[in-house]
């Protein structure tokens, strides 16, 4: 038997340990450290967030309280029904005004506060360099001043609304310093800076605001100028900018030819990024909307109706807030926009009315000579003239602060050189100015639309407009019995031989092409009881006149009206559900045009190809799109297919031709694809790619689109089409304009639902246009109305997302979750049953 003996060293004692032990007792200790590191660090967390949260937290609004203030004749109850709608009653109108104008600091203050320094041109101050560009255009436009000098020219009842409205928001914000409330908003700790109090002068900028968001037409000349370098051939320029069919359209010059001595640039191209925080849409997402009313003899129910989306942005919050308001005259109920004293769509007890973009022709842009001897000077027909200027400081967060020389000519402000693509159509020596309705001093719009709120009838209401300036609107109005249609704000007059006329940037110095004031009131497109009992707008071309009583050139749609006649004429007689069906309708008269033509040589020919192969994989596509209807469903595979075919195949039609420019053109313009594929004019040239040694035909072309558009969707959905859900890329982004890219913080403040509908649906979805995700839904009805005076208090409305800006509040997406379903609340002025469903009485008492 072997004995085996444990070695040790003379040293070892009996409570001795070896190097291993010690290593482990070592470690054991590391790991005590560390674990108990890990737990502070852990510990430290929760109460960092747990803090954080607190003082979030702490700037969510009380709806069930008292509060004396300053500034009011006698008590205001803010009634907040189960959807947070305040329902403001007061014994006087300018009481009402204030507890409206505390409404909307209670739960939109840092949207309001945003929307302020935007016009201001004052984002730098708080968000540094990234802003620099838009204050600078932003001051280069000046409207708060011009809107500073705007408040003496309002009515007398409109200027105390703006007043007592002033006075509303100031005491929230009042409130909110004396009483440590969270600053008024989580965003004010991220972004800190100090609130001034609200005047007048700010909500009627805010509408001058508004205004730049659904002006395009400036852009659209720059389009047109640089297309028309690139395309010397007038009809091929006629077919990739399209004119919406009808007479009225004269022939205009080359641009190239306006300014025949000058240099003009290289053609280059470099797409301007997106930003939330910038108030000039993209070409696309100036604004569009829906509205339509029915006469008696066609409802149902024998009262007028009327229906309304406007389309804007997808934000969170929302641009509107749902209100009520009790006037002397009456109740108004509708959308309001938080920092104007206003229902800018919505109905009384009398009228109900709604809006859409017009696409008024109503910017122009002015090439201005500088004298070579002296370039504070420019031309002008009476020879030179020095630049009105003025020197403006815009501070930046953390760095210098930069000095802007702001210049303006007879015709307007001059534009900074380096935005939009000017300086590529801007030859050397020149500078460009922009003349626009909402440049004026005495700009009494918001005087208008108040007048409008106490309207009692359809003559009344139309007889108020005359007072809009800007954002020029189809007006549509209602009374118990009779329906009417009108465009709205200020038409500029042209003279007819101007050289643009409009649509391309003219030389300023030559008198013809300056405004010769404005039109008349009267003059403005006007339809009161038609014999049809319908009237409406989609954004459609309204009138056939020849230049320059044309009212424009640019429309915003050829498709929707379309369907819309299909489904109005489909019925003899329209019900509230009938206009909420067509509100909600997912058809697209574009798919239903087009697959026919593009794809007319592809259906159901060839060979049956191997399983696995694009050959193959094109024939499952086809047999899809064979079957489908042109509804733009979220759960069907088809309108993807559709979306990601059209996308490559205008890419591929234009690219050749027009290089980089492309980039430019990335919506699908339908009436360019219908006049390729029927050859109006030769527009079947752009089918063959010029660069290659082949011909390709329009066939050729549509095939390789849809393998390419086959391939994008495997890369991106995977090979199974039937699987493919429109829905999954048809997302709709309601994005926080300041915290929606901040990691993890992001999924807290952006709200992303799928949807049905596109961009020519009557429900319509925009999408992007932009990868990574083209198809994502970014501009949409943010507000839906119907109004039904046969029993208005059974009228409907919904916004797209919550009454709240507190991302924190139950109140920030509840809406916009009915929104994604096709649902409404209740649109009533019963003052019982706002109470009975009340979540919180707020009372104002006079201190």
Partial sequence: MVRIRALTTPDQGAGDTGPGTRGNDRMATLFRWLLRLASTAIVLAVIAVALVYYLAARSLPEYDKTLAVDGIGAEIEIVRDNSAVPHIFAESDTDAFFGLGYAHAQDRLWQMILMRRTVQGRLSEVFGQRTLETDILLRRLDLYTLATRSVAAQEPQALGALRAYSAGVNARIAEINDQSLGRGAPEFFVFDAPIAPWQPADSIALVKLMALQLSGQFRDEILRARASLQLPDPDRLADILPDIPGDGTAALPS?????????????????????????????????????????????????????????????????????????????????????????????????????????????????????????????????????????????????????????????????????????????????????????????????????????????????????????????????????????????????????????????????????????????????????????????????????????????????????????????????????????LDTVSPAARTLLPLIG???????????????????????????????????????????????????????????????????????????????????????????????????????????????????????????????????????????????????????????????????QRGVSSAQEPDPFLNVHAATYRGVYDFADPDSSVFISSTGQSGHFLSRHYDDLGTLWRRGEYVPMSLDEDLARAASIGVTRLEAR
Avoid at 276 to 292: E, F, K, M, Q, Y
Avoid at 417 to 437: E, K
């Fill in 600 to 762: 007319r040589d592809l259906w159901y020919t060839g060979e049956a190809a191997p399983e696995g192969t694009p050959e193959r994989q094109r024939q499952r596509a086809l047999d899809l799109l064979a079957n489908w209807n042109g509804e733009m469903n979220e759960h069907m595979p088809e309108p993807l297919i559709y979306a990601a075919w059209l996308r490559a195949l205008q890419d591929r039609l234009i690219r050749d031709e027009i290089g980089p420019l492309a980039d430019e053109f990335d919506r699908v313009e339908p009436l360019f694809i219908e006049r390729v594929f029927r050859d109006v004019d030769g527009a079947g040239a752009w089918c063959d790619v010029v660069r290659s040694v082949a011909t390709e035909s329009c066939t050729d072309i549509a095939r390789m689109s849809l393998d390419d558009a086959l391939l994008w969707i495997v890369e991106h959905y995977g090979t199974a089409l039937e699987s493919l859900r429109w829905g999954d890329a048809h997302q709709a982004l309601h994005r926080h304009a300041v915290l929606g890219e901040v990691p993890v913080l992001r999924y807290f403040v952006n709200i992303r639902q799928n949807t049905s509908g596109g961009d020519f649906t009557l």
């Fill in 255 to 583: 641009y190239a030819s306006l300014v025949p001595d000058a240099r003009m640039p290289r053609f280059a191209a470099a797409p301007e990024r997106d930003d939330p925080l910038s108030p000039v849409p993209r070409r696309g997402l100036a604004g569009a909307s829906n509205v339509w009313a029915a006469a008696p003899e066609r409802s149902a129910g024998g009262g007028t109706l009327l229906a309304n989306d406007p389309h804007l942005g997808l934000t969170a919050p929302s641009t509107w807030y749902l209100a009520r308001l009790q006037l002397q005259e009456g109740g108004v109920i509708g959308g309001t926009i938080p920092g104007i004293p206003a229902v800018m769509l919505g109905r009384s007890q009398s009228l109900a009315w709604g809006i859409t973009s017009s696409y008024l022709d109503d910017q122009d842009l002015h090439l201005e000579e500088l004298n070579p001897d002296d370039p504070q000077q420019y031309r002008t027909p009476d020879g030179w003239a020095r630049f009105t200027t003025r020197r403006s400081i815009i501070e930046i967060k953390d760095e210098a602060p930069v000095t802007v020389t702001l210049r303006w000519t007879e015709n307007g402000p001059v534009l900074p050189g380096r935005r939009f693509g000017l300086d590529r159509i801007t030859p050397s020596g020149h500078v460009m100015s922009l003349s626009w309705t909402a440049l004026s001093p005495q700009d009494t719009s918001l005087s208008g639309a108040l007048r409008l709120m106490r309207a009692q009838s359809v003559n009344e209401a139309l007889g108020a407009t005359g007072l809009y300036i800007a954002p020029s609107q189809m007006l549509s109005v209602i009374d118990a019995d009779h329906i009417g249609l009108k465009l709205v704000g200020a038409m500029p007059r042209r003279d007819r031989a101007m050289q643009g006329q409009g649509r391309l940037p003219s030389p300023g110095w030559i008198a013809a092409n300056r405004w010769q004031g404005m039109f008349p009131d009267t003059a403005n497109p006007e339809w009161i009881d038609p014999a049809g009992g319908i009237v409406g707008n989609t954004n459609n071309k309204i009138v056939d006149r020849a230049f320059p009583d044309h009212v424009s050139f640019d429309w915003g749609d050829s498709q929707r009206v379309t369907r819309w006649t299909q489904l109005m004429q489909g019925r003899q007689v329209h019900t509230r559900d009938s206009f909420v069906e067509a509100q």
